[in-house]
């Protein structure tokens, strides 16, 4: 059975700091993993997705990576600002049309 | 592109009556879509998938007489609560695969409902 687990659960960082978000995953055999950010009482927000076969994604900021081998994908977001301040969830897609979701990390940017 | 829409985006409704959500992808036609659940402060839960012109199948733990699904068009996904209680207060939220995408996943906005 697949489980997603995301470190830290809260982060709390001064504005202007770069900041990795930890997801990982008990079963490689994914096909696809993806960020999504959650702002309080909406829905979600796609972020980056990442094949399989993929070991990065970019898109401004933010960078993904992704190990498939040792279970693990991170979210890396430079010169964090205010505005980032939200709740970051990974997702992974093992197929048979199953998304499995991350405990998720709250992250608050400080001005 | 790939747009999915909820509503309504709130609803307050009082215990035993029933309450219908429908979810839409505006712009693609979505054969599969996902109802979940989420709790204050808690990670989505999968609910049930929809599937177009099928059955929903449901994870477990979920009562389907009690969250009807029907996913009568490429285009529209409804989850129906049956006899709420103040306990199924929720916030509700669909999404839908793009397969042309890779299976990104769009999501709605979400559902906040309060049961009294």
């Known amino acids: 059975k697949q489980e997603v687990t995301q470190i830290p659960a809260a982060l709390s960082v001064p504005e202007g700091e770069n900041l990795v978000l930890n997801c990982s995953f008990t079963d490689s055999a994914i096909y696809n993993l993806q960020w999504f950010r959650q702002d309080p009482g909406k829905g979600l927000t796609s972020l980056l997705l990442?094949?399989?076969?993929?070991r990065e994604q970019t898109s401004g900021r933010l960078n993904a990576s992704l190990d498939k081998s040792s279970g693990r994908s991170t979210l890396y977001i430079a010169a964090s600002q205010p505005g980032d301040s939200a709740t970051y969830l990974c997702?992974?897609?093992?197929?048979?049309?199953?998304?499995?979701f991350g405990t998720g990390t709250r992250l608050k940017v400080l001005a | 592109g790939a747009v999915v829409s909820q509503h309504p985006s709130w609803v307050i409704c009082k215990s035993g009556t029933s309450v219908k959500i429908e979810c839409r992808s505006l712009d693609f036609q979505a054969t599969t879509m996902f109802w979940y659940r989420q709790f204050p402060k808690q990670s989505l839960m999968l609910m049930a998938t929809?599937?177009?012109?099928?059955?929903?199948?449901?994870e477990q733990g979920v009562e389907k007489d009690k969250f009807l699904i029907n996913h009568a068009s490429l285009t529209l996904s409804t989850l129906t609560v049956t006899s709420a209680h103040p306990e199924d207060s929720s916030f509700y939220i669909c999404?839908?695969?793009?397969?042309?995408?890779?299976?990104?996943?769009?999501f709605g906005p979400g559902t906040r409902l309060t049961v009294t």
């Open positions: 999404s839908a695969p793009v397969r042309d995408r890779g299976y990104e996943q769009y």
């Open positions: 929809s599937n177009e012109g099928s059955k929903a199948t449901y």
């Open positions: 997702a992974v897609y093992s197929g048979t049309y199953k998304y499995i």
């Open positions: 990442i094949q399989s076969s993929q």
